[in-house]
């Protein structure tokens, strides 16, 4: 992806709720790549003005002139929770609601996000909170004493001319975490 193109331009999004999201569009088409070429990747980076949530969702546009099979569609970021790795930490909620804590301090870990996860730090109150649909998108996280990485993944399958909107993925500002039930909305807004 980094030896094609990419353009920023800023724009606005209704959701399927009726809401206007505002924000950064990054437009990637694969002219190099052997495999890709062809493919169009609308990256959007949305916020509702005056809510503290940022939106992340992408528009995958097939024009490969075959068939997108099953392919794992992957997005990664890097957080930075605090000023100090070792004080940094995700917060991991299982299936049952049970919490589980890890830091980089404690060594190289990977989670499975089942069903909430907070990233945080020992120098302030403040949150992430990572809203996502697991029934459409896979959620995981890396942490170490350098890196705190979050993946999500879905699967795409397009015929030649087909777009998709991956589901949304939220990131949620805030000092108290937010419980399951008060974020089943967010988790049913999609684009298109």
Not at 11 to 33: A, P, S
Not at 119 to 134: C, K, M
Request: glycine share 8%; hydrophobic share 35%.
């Amino acid at each position: 992806m980094l030896k094609e193109e990419s353009t920023v331009e800023f724009v606005e999004k209704e959701d399927n709720k009726g809401n206007m999201w505002e924000g950064l569009k990054i437009t990637t088409i694969y002219k190099k790549h052997e495999m890709f070429k062809g493919v169009h990747i609308y990256k959007y980076f949305f916020m509702l003005p005056g809510v503290p949530v940022l939106c992340h969702t992408t528009e995958i546009v097939q024009n490969m002139e075959s068939y997108l099979d099953g392919k794992n569609f992957y997005t990664g970021c890097f957080l930075n929770p605090g000023p100090e790795p070792a004080r940094s930490w995700g917060s991991f909620q299982s299936e049952n609601g049970e919490w589980t804590m890890v830091s980089g301090a404690k060594g190289e870990q990977e989670m499975t996000v089942e069903r909430s996860v907070i990233y945080g730090s020992d120098d302030h109150e403040n949150l992430l909170q990572i809203v996502a649909d697991q029934n459409a998108t896979q959620v995981d996280s890396y942490i170490n004493l350098e890196v705190i990485e979050l993946g999500y993944s879905e699967k795409v399958s397009l015929e030649h001319g087909a777009k998709q909107f991956t589901s949304p993925v939220f990131y949620v500002f805030n000092d108290r975490v937010i419980p399951d039930t008060a974020l089943e909305d967010l988790k049913k807004i999609k684009f298109n």
